[in-house]
């Protein structure tokens, strides 16, 4: 690799590392995961440059393999229980079904974010990333079976787990979906 190509590398990850960033916290819903993800991507990205071929546009090439480390770290945390506890439902629900005004209906929009999120974490690695990629990426079902490595089939399978699971975690709390 010469120096032209690491500034030009180093360029593409300035422009895309926001997105990479953001993707990667939807994918795993925490910070700190999200930076671990977005390092190991970079550095899975700088090693693999040569494998780039330019028929894809770069963010596609990078999303794949955000998806891909974020997919490892997940398994990875499965792996370990004592890694990350995440925030009860019961800790939030309350807040986020209130129908409160402004000022108040604002703090329960991150109660609510705080509540899907909290709920996705009793989905698989692979049902968190299905419907994180469909629900808010917004991917079609070929998309993300093409990122995942997965059939199309598969693909909706996991992305239909995921919503049933979100479903009977916010109505174990009262919460309508």
């Not at 953001?22 to 795993?28: F, K, M, S, V």
Request: hydrophobic share 45%; net charge neutral; with cysteine.
């Amino acid at each position: 690799m010469h120096d032209g190509d690491v500034d030009v590398f180093l360029a593409l990850v300035e422009r895309h590392r926001t997105y990479m960033y953001n993707l990667a916290l939807r994918l795993t819903g925490r910070e700190q995961d999200a930076k671990d993800v977005v390092q190991e991507s970079l550095l899975d990205a700088f090693l693999h440059l040569d494998r780039f071929e330019g028929r894809a546009d770069f963010r596609t090439w990078l999303n794949r393999i955000v998806v891909n480390c974020a997919l490892d770290h997940l398994r990875g945390l499965r792996r370990r229980p004592d890694a990350y506890q995440p925030t009860p439902l019961s800790d939030v629900a309350d807040t986020a079904a209130s129908s409160s005004p402004d000022p108040e209906r604002l703090a329960a929009s991150a109660d609510w974010r705080r509540l899907v999120a909290a709920a996705m974490e009793g989905m698989s690695p692979l049902e968190r990333i299905t419907f994180a990629l469909r629900h808010f990426e917004g991917r079609s079902i070929a998309e993300i079976a093409e990122t995942v490595g997965i059939g199309n089939n598969a693909a909706k399978q996991h992305i239909f787990r995921a919503v049933r699971k979100l479903r009977l975690a916010l109505a174990a709390h009262g919460v309508s979906s």
